[in-house]
């Protein structure tokens, strides 16, 4: 009790850390790691072991689904060749690299170990890079790249986090079995992972019509896709991302509008939690496991964890370097005609924060094998792969602005596409009104129509400017939001008037609950009307 009691409180704190980072706009990941050092350094909180074949159980599912469900798989399958290089190839030439720097570096630093160590820091975080970049106003096709390398990236560095664990805990073990084996696990998880969505595609469709039922079905989804693909040896990691991605690309067809509103507002909580929970389960075990390195001195520590953190660093820019060096040619054959200029290959280089996975993944290594065995160098495993997580996300995360500002990258800004896609759909529905509608009442008629000229009229007027982003001049798209700000103004009107009414007892409370989720639903549409600069 006393634990759980502890954790609750530290919820609280990030829940007021998070306040502080958004007023502050300050990235959120940063402030995680940051406060997991915080709490690794105060002084008689107690150290709180979790059994590490929960970790995966308990944070992974739930993570990669949420990252996968975010991610469009258009966009996606547009940019899947560089996606791959980077998700495959970058992870598995980080992992050797930091094997043999490792293994080198590192007195009794097994080849084994060596190689764990390079799986476990090799995939960057999905969190932790959107996170880091919102607002920065990059190209959305190298967006597109990030997420969906932190994306599958987790999937090809925990497969071989598998190989490499299975070569310590077991003996006997053949690298061409295990080649084969690599596709066995890969092919058979995105079969269950498929699967496992057609199945709940249907119970979406024919059975759950509840949005609590929906909501509570996307929670099990991941859980039951992971331990499916698991019982049969599988990769659980690919199961949940590809059953993400189908369930995501067909989810306007799934869930009724007040599931979405649900799914998406519980989900997001849900994520904060985790996030946070890990961080807090971290710090409260790094004092434990600075206790256990014991046989090294505070010189050798830093040594090993500055140079692993700096050749993860490293290693993505080498990766990149042909592309730079030779943009026309290598360039294009990987990126094609986006984003292959020089300057987004820079950011994409200075992309690489570790988080979440990682951490995760350290967590989860056995503390002992074959009955009594210790599990070689964990404390060590755990401390350079926090040192990596911290180093990436500080000096990267914070200095991601600066390097944008100094390559004077422009910003890109998707509002033109959003006005085009506004003015479309309502001329749409229109044209729909005019063709099929017009035998109604002319007082109906006009009522409905006139709504949809009205929001019509508003785009036109509003039209973007070509210079969104010129010098100092003033955006015409602020008059657009203007218009909307005085809308949200009078239904905060409305909403003190309902409370006025439930204060005093002079409705019926379910009218008046009734009438408030209407101007919660509204004030939604509202606030994701207005244009941000």
Request: charged share 15%; with cysteine; aromatic share 12%.
């Amino acid at each position: 009790m006393e634990n759980i009691s502890l954790i609750i409180i530290l919820l609280f704190v990030i829940a007021f850390l998070w306040l502080l980072s958004k007023r502050f706009s300050f990235p959120f990941p940063i402030v995680l790691v940051l406060f997991g050092t915080l709490i690794s350094l105060i002084p008689g909180l107690p150290t709180l072991t979790l059994s590490p074949d929960i970790i995966f159980l308990l944070f992974l599912p739930p993570l990669l689904y949420g990252a996968a469900w975010n991610t469009s798989w258009h966009d996606f399958r547009a940019a899947i060749r560089p996606i791959s290089l980077a998700a495959i190839g970058l992870v598995l030439f980080t992992t050797v690299a930091v094997a043999v720097v490792a293994h080198y570096l590192i007195p009794s630093f097994g080849w084994p170990v060596a190689f764990l160590l390079g799986a476990i820091i090799s995939p960057p975080d999905v969190i932790s890079a959107t996170a880091v970049t919102k607002g920065l106003g990059l190209h959305p096709g190298l967006l597109t790249i990030l997420e969906g390398e932190s994306l599958i990236n987790d999937a090809s560095a925990l497969i071989a986090y598998r190989y490499a664990l299975a070569a310590i805990m077991t003996t006997g073990f053949v690298w061409w079995e295990a080649g084969l084996n690599f596709l066995y696990v890969a092919a058979v998880g995105i079969a269950v992972g498929l699967a496992v969505a057609f199945i709940m595609r249907i119970i979406h469709e024919r059975f759950s019509c509840d949005p609590v039922v929906d909501v509570t079905l996307t929670f099990l989804t991941p859980y039951s896709s992971y331990l499916i693909a698991e019982h049969f040896q599988a990769s659980g990691v690919l199961a949940v991302v590809t059953t993400g991605l189908y369930l995501s690309f067909r989810s306007a067809k799934l869930f009724s509008h007040q599931g979405r509103i649900m799914t998406e507002a519980i989900w997001e909580v849900a994520m904060f939690i985790l996030n946070g929970l890990i961080f807090i389960l971290i710090g409260l075990q790094l004092r434990n496991v600075s206790q256990g390195l014991g046989q090294y001195s505070k010189g050798s520590l830093i040594l090993y964890g500055l140079t692993i953190s700096v050749l993860v660093i490293l290693i993505r820019f080498v990766w990149i370097l042909p592309s730079l060096i030779w943009p026309d040619r290598v360039g294009r054959s990987i990126y094609g005609d986006r984003g292959y200029e020089r300057k987004n290959l820079m950011v994409f280089g200075w992309s690489g924060m570790r988080g979440i996975v990682s951490m995760a993944a350290a967590m989860a290594l056995p503390l002992s094998f074959a009955g009594s065995h210790i599990f070689p160098h964990r404390n060590l495993l755990i401390f350079l792969t926090f040192c990596v997580i911290l180093t990436t996300l500080v000096l990267l995360g914070l200095t991601l602005p600066w390097l944008i500002k100094v390559m004077k990258l422009e910003p890109y800004s998707v509002v033109a596409q959003e006005y085009e896609v506004r003015t479309k759909i309502v001329s749409e529905a229109i044209g729909k009104i005019e063709e099929q509608y017009s035998l109604l009442p002319d007082e109906l008629l006009n009522n409905i129509k006139s709504k949809y000229e009205v929001k019509y009229n508003r785009l036109q007027k509003t039209a973007l400017p070509s210079n969104y982003f010129g010098q100092g001049k003033t955006l015409t798209s602020q008059v657009f939001n203007q218009y909307t700000q005085v809308q949200l103004e009078l239904l905060e009107v409305e909403r003190n008037s309902v409370q006025q009414m439930h204060l005093k007892g002079s409705a019926s409370e379910s009218i008046l609950k009734k009438i408030e989720r209407e101007l919660d639903v509204e004030e939604t549409r509202l606030r994701m009307e207005m244009y941000e600069s």
